[in-house]
């Protein structure tokens, strides 16, 4: 069974770029499934923020597309999140998922990782 680790820093500065890694053991991060970034908000529900999947092709949420990066470390079993330009708004838990459908937005579905808090605050 695939696990996932989120890792990076835990507070970042206004106007910086947020980067997070998942590392994913138990499973290839190259094999037949979505690896994505998903995120909550205080007090909000889950907002999928982008996915790559097995070709490395990588898929983005409209409302972040400007800000997104999502790539892969094939060597290290590695994906990473890349979000530009953070406002105190981008502050959330961040998770790392795996799934057979490009979106998914329920812990009930796919693999997670355990999520890492992230604060944007100066």
């Known amino acids: 069974q695939v696990q996932l680790q989120e890792s990076g820093p835990g507070l970042v500065r206004p106007s910086q770029t947020l980067s997070l890694n998942c590392t994913a053991s138990g499973g290839s991060v190259t094999d037949s499934h979505f690896w994505m970034w998903i995120r909550q908000p205080p007090g909000q529900g889950l907002e999928w923020m982008g996915a790559?999947?097995?070709?490395?092709?990588?898929y983005y949420n409209p409302s972040l597309k400007s800000r997104i990066s999502i790539s892969r470390d094939t060597s290290k079993n590695q994906f990473t999140l890349q979000l530009d330009s953070v406002t105190p708004e981008d502050t959330a838990v961040y998770y790392c998922?795996?799934?057979?459908?490009?979106?998914?937005?329920?812990?009930?579905?796919?693999?997670w990782g355990q999520g890492t808090q992230v604060t944007v605050s100066s």
């Open positions: 998922a795996r799934g057979l459908q490009l979106m998914i937005t329920s812990r009930q579905e796919g693999s």
């Open positions: 790559m999947d097995s070709g490395g092709s990588a």
